[in-house]
Nanobody
Framework: QVQLVESGGGLVQAGGSLKLSCAAS????????MGWFRQAPGKERREFVA????????YYANSAKGRFTISRDNVKNTLYLQMNSLQPEDTAIYYC????????????????WGQGTQVTVSS
């Protein structure tokens, strides 16, 4: 069974850092693009944060540029998101996702999703 499990969320102060992880299992995902979405409190839909192609090429939402770094370990089938300079507006549930050929910002083009990990940034 394909399974994505996020971890690393928590409560941090503004300006702090967190590193999220997403462990994928059930098959080899080396040819898949991987990404992170988030859904903030009160928002009705998930927002794209960052993605990474199978060769390691990253793509970032404007909100993440300069602060977040996405990476992957294909041997471990694990995705990471290093988040620095966190602000209260980053508070959200962060979801890991995989897709064979996604359109980065479009949730419906991904195939697998994790259950999410909560990130809370206090002021």
């Amino acid at each position: 069974q394909v399974q994505l499990v996020e971890s690393g969320g928590g409560l941090v102060q503004a300006g702090g850092s967190l590193k999220l992880s997403c462990a994928a299992s059930g098959r080899t995902f080396t040819r898949y693009a991987m990404g992170w979405f988030r859904q903030a409190p009160g928002k009705e839909r998930r927002e794209f944060v960052a993605g990474i192609w199978d060769d390691g090429s990253p793509y970032y939402a404007n909100s993440a540029k300069g602060r977040f770094t996405i990476s992957r370990d294909n041997v471990k089938n694990t995705l990471y998101l290093q988040m620095n300079s966190l602000q209260p507006e980053d508070t959200a549930i962060y979801y890991c996702t995989l897709g064979l050929n996604p359109l980065w910002e479009v949730p419906g083009t991904y195939e697998y999703w994790g259950q999410g990990t909560q990130v809370t940034v206090s002021s």
